[in-house]
């Protein structure tokens, strides 16, 4: 079955100091992952997506096949970084988006 | 450009009666998904539709339904409302790939 791990819930960091939010998925094909943000008051957006593999406000994510994983990660906290994180999978012939259960970053 | 409206942004509705939610897309946009989403269970697809047909649906009772407009325009109706159905309804547009979607501002929906 097509599922999405998000393993805390919460998770508390210290301006300045590293991140690594975790997002684990479990899909035998080929996977289309995405990060979402979700600040206070504002609406679901997309952060990045992991075929781009671009840099937005200094996030990063790598897709780890071998061990399903596409974790979120930046070098440096910052105070306006606290927001709910949602990993994604868009998977399966049907091409339905499957969500983690998110974290929520506080810095 | 106008991003995704949702509307209404909040609704308090009784037991046992039916509501419609309403989505309009951002300009351009043919694919419509609608997702309930509530601290417990986080966010649950409920349906998507492209080109005015449901491409996806997802694992909810025949009680939550939806349509979608030439103009790319959808709505969801929850009928014979229950107490658990209160939730932050969102929707999210796309242009093609489902991944990359444009959420709304959500409706809040309470059943008292």
């Known amino acids: 079955a097509q599922r999405v791990t998000q393993p805390e819930k919460l998770l508390s960091v210290f301006k300045g100091a590293p991140v690594e939010l975790k997002c684990n998925y479990s899909?035998?094909?080929?996977?289309?992952l995405f990060w979402y943000v979700q600040y206070s008051r504002q609406r679901l957006q997309l952060l990045l997506r992991h075929i781009s593999r671009e840099s937005i406000k200094g996030f990063t994510a790598d897709l780890n096949k071998g061990e399903t994983s596409f974790h979120l990660k930046k070098p440096f906290a910052q105070e306006e970084d606290s927001a709910m994180y949602y990993c994604a999978l868009h998977a399966g012939n049907n091409r339905k988006l499957i969500w983690g259960l998110g974290t929520s970053l506080a810095v | 450009k106008a991003g995704v409206t949702q509307t209404p942004r909040y609704l308090i509705k009784t037991r046992g009666q039916q509501v419609t939610l309403s989505c309009s897309p951002i300009s351009g946009h043919r694919s419509v998904s609608w997702y309930q989403q509530t601290p417990g269970q986080g966010l649950q697809f409920l349906f998507e539709y492209f080109s005015e047909t449901q491409r996806n649906k997802g694992n909810f009772p025949g009680r939550f339904s939806g349509r979608q407009f030439s103009n790319s325009r959808s709505e969801m109706n929850v009928s014979t409302l229950e107490l658990g159905d209160s939730a932050l309804y969102l929707c999210?547009?796309?242009?093609?790939?489902?991944?990359?979607?444009?959420f709304g501002q959500g409706t809040r929906l309470t059943v008292v």
């Open positions: 999210a547009s796309s242009l093609g790939s489902q991944g990359e979607a444009f």
């Open positions: 899909y035998s094909g080929s996977p289309e």
